[in-house]
């Protein structure tokens, strides 16, 4: 996860209650009794930490596995900028973590919506004019520390702070050609280690398993009728087999800075999932070399992104992080467990080989974070 997952102990407490009674009465001598004012009791709030923010950033060149465009001259052009608007959710309770992210992502006419082919040809041939794609992807994940659950610090040693079982869900949907769909679960373990100035690095190893994921030309019926399970599916929806996946992710704010200039701070993440067989789910129909449409280990990375606390700096420390600027560069190989060096049709031209460098993503990227 981007943000830290710092699963201290949340404890509720309640101020005592000190219950006042008298057994005696005052005779007519005593001075009058002062009222005394009752003290409220409040009850402690369920998240310590509750972090929203809206971001809008831009992708300058993004990829889509199998959208591409034939230059003048002859070579390909796979990237597509992309407009990112993103909502991000993250809380500590008095067990774990919670952690929300969804990204709502526009692309450019390279990456066209349906009724365009990836190739931003209509079905039958001639150039199309499609608006460009629409993509939605959520993440979300929760941790469960097991220093919280049973109520220990055993799992606090040394740089390491808590180890915590984490559980998630991958939603994604696209408007494109393919229709695609991403509706994935993952369950593991959480390690939580310290940094310097306040900072963090989480590892994750996971077990990853894909509930359905659509692709519509792969649904029976639509060129020919096919044999389901043999040479299409059914419903066009592919049941992948459970994989291994290591998510890792670190934050830590560059408090070596002189004070003066004491804004910035860096993060990033990476992801590496496993290979899940043939990505078409069909293996009768793969083949060979560059043929071949087994999927590939896929790593999936933001290894650098430099923030800057303009709220901190222009506003004053109160605002810290109410208003992020930041730059990123990203990269993405093997897009979604797809073999950047084969899968024809897709990663590669189908009829020369020739790659359509639409599967590995390396892109910077720039945007701008309001916490709410």
């Known amino acids: 996860m981007p943000h830290r997952t710092k699963n201290s102990a949340f404890l509720l407490s309640l101020a005592p209650l000190a219950i006042l009674a008298s057994t005696s009465f005052a005779n007519a001598a005593d001075p009058p009794a002062m009222p005394v004012k009752a003290s409220l009791i409040t009850d402690a709030p369920f998240f310590s ?62 990456d066209p919506a349906s009724p365009c082919q990836p190739t931003g040809t209509l079905p039958f041939g001639p150039p199309g004019a499609c608006a460009g794609a629409t993509e939605f992807y959520g993440i979300e994940r929760s941790t469960f ?31 494109s050609y393919y229709a695609p769909t991403t509706n994935n679960v993952v369950a593991g373990l959480q390690f939580a280690f310290d940094l310097p100035y306040k900072g963090y690095v989480n590892l994750a190893p996971l077990v990853v398993y894909g509930l359905a994921s659509h692709k519509s030309f792969l649904q029976c019926g639509l060129f020919n009728p096919g044999v389901p399970g043999v040479t299409c599916l059914a419903d066009g929806n592919r049941v992948f087999p459970p994989t291994w996946k290591i998510e890792t992710n670190y934050y830590m704010d560059l408090g070596f800075l002189p004070e003066s200039v004491r804004y910035f701070a860096i993060s990033g993440r990476v992801s590496m999932t496993g290979a899940k067989g043939d990505i078409n789910t069909l293996p009768a129909l793969s083949g060979v070399g560059r043929f071949s449409t087994n999927s590939k280990i896929e790593l999936n990375s933001e290894p650098i992104r430099l923030t800057f606390d303009a ?19 990203r990269y993405w190989h093997n897009k979604y467990g797809l073999d950047s060096n084969a899968t024809p049709g897709t990663c590669t031209v189908a009829a020369t080989g020739v790659s359509t460098n639409s599967c590995t993503e390396k892109s910077a990227s720039a945007g701008v974070s309001v916490k709410f």
């Open 49 to 110: 930490v509750n972090d929203n923010r809206l971001t809008y950033s831009y992708q300058f060149t993004a990829t889509d596995p199998g959208a591409y465009s034939t230059r003048p001259n002859g070579t390909i052009n796979g990237t597509t900028a992309k407009q990112v608007y993103s909502f991000t959710h993250f809380d500590v309770w008095a067990y774990g973590t919670n952690f929300f992210n969804v990204d709502l992502l526009k692309s450019t006419h390279n």
């Open 311 to 329: 709220g901190k700096a222009f506003i004053g420390p109160k605002y810290g992080h109410f208003v992020d600027l930041w730059v990123a560069y």
């Open 145 to 175: 520390g097991w220093n919280e659950i049973f109520k220990t610090k055993a799992f606090k040693i040394g740089p390491l702070r808590n180890i915590s079982f984490e559980v998630g869900a991958d939603l994604g949907a696209a408007n």
